[in-house]
């Protein structure tokens, strides 16, 4: 059975779309010219319906739209963020750099979808559903809704829950001593509750970040249409319009100051994925500290468990891999790309427009949700359930010969070099080789060298 398709036309004539979308020519001409990577991201387009829902209303108590027609658009609107229009907005991320023909997409579908519920011709996709607007000024819009949508809805409380399992973890482990790591070699004592702080702490300094750049994101450039002077939009639009978005979603969002800024500056959205770019390096560090400390279980390190959440090989039965932290540590590699991606595109801004806004916004929003996806799984499928082997960590700070510096206050650096390098050397403890070679005796270093002391847990408690 073939397929049944409508007329439509635009400036440059007819053309033939699917009688079953709701798009119409300038929409179909993009689909047909550029089969290029894939589609504009799901929450571009749900922004779009709340930056023209909130248009058409600014519009309207303005006195620039009928009240019909705003309805009309408002209800259209609302049925794409129900989900009920999906299968409607086919095009792909790599088009026009202005994103123009999203604009034009989402506009032909509330005009289309508006004048069928109208049962008449009633909205126009450029004179009622883009009016007061341009893509120029639309389409950084729609970025800012979207990546603070993004980012305030899913990753912020991703993060807000990875760092209160990882304060329940650091709490209940405050106590257990064992031996710390510099340059992947022995070094002094610490406990895994201290260890774990180190991880919370990046976590809370990351999120720190990231709500620092919420700012400059909230900024709308609505009001600017094509190159920032406003024309053809009613004065108070532009604060009007950033007003009722902020009702609608609840998020904080303000007119740009400076529209001319808003349309050719994307340093916005570099300065915010930025903070993206240092959670991704936090998350690399830790997810890289939980498999080295969870290695083995026999040949590694095996100070901690983690859960056991599927079989790791394929020929090697009983084999257990760190899988999450491979997952995460995958995400945080292409968060780092798609930084460089992001700074690379918001430097092409040329005279009053950037045209390489579609990749900045695919890039940043994989990067927020993969990151918000990544921490929710990496806490709930592993970080929850670490425990530590309190035997192993017991027996590797004990037999550690950096604890040798708990000797230098009493007999100097030099001393306790020289009984590290000989407990080394004959292979016994360091406090056999401090007591053979007079430096203290066996009193002396059981009170000088305190493991749990050395970790100072007891001074910062208080």
Known sequence: ??????????????????????????????????????????????????????????????????????????????????????????????????????????????????????????????????????????FPTAMSIASVTSIEENLIPALENMIETLKGLEEKYMHTVKTGRTHLQDAVPLTFGQEISGWRSMMEHSLENIRLSLRGLGETALGGTAVGTGLNAPDGFDELSAGIISELTGHDFFTAPNKFHALSSKDVFVFAHGALKSLAADLMKMANDIRWLASGPRCGLGEIT????????????????????????????????????????????NFQLNVFMPVIADAFLESARLLAQSITSLEKNCVRGIKPIESKMEENAGRSLMVAAALNTHVGYEAGAKAAKKAHADGTTLKEAAVSLGICTPEEYDEWVDLYRMTGVEFCAH
């Open 1 to 138: 059975m073939s397929e049944k398709f409508r007329t439509e036309r635009d400036t440059m004539g007819e053309v033939q779309v699917p009688a079953d979308r709701y798009w119409g020519a300038q929409t179909q001409r993009s689909f047909q010219n550029f089969k290029v990577g894939g589609r504009m991201p799901e929450e571009i387009i749900r922004a779009f319906a709340v930056l023209k829902k909130s248009a058409a209303m600014a519009n309207c108590r303005l006195g620039n739209l009928e009240q019909e027609k705003a309805d009309l658009i408002a209800r259209v609107c609302d049925e794409i963020l129900d989900g009920r229009l999906d299968g409607n907005f086919p095009l792909v991320v790599y088009q026009t750099g202005s994103g123009t023909q999203s604009n034009m997409n989402v506009n032909e579908v509330i005009a289309n979808r508006g004048n069928e519920i109208a049962g008449k011709k009633i909205l126009h996709p450029n004179d009622d559903v883009n009016r007061s607007q341009s893509s120029n000024d639309t």
């Open 306 to 349: 983690i859960p056991s959440n599927e079989p790791g090989s394929s020929i090697m039965p009983g084999k257990v891999n760190p899988t999450q932290t491979e997952s995460a540590t995958m995400v945080a590699v292409r968060v780092m790309g798609n930084d460089t991606v992001v700074g690379m595109a918001a430097s092409q801004g």
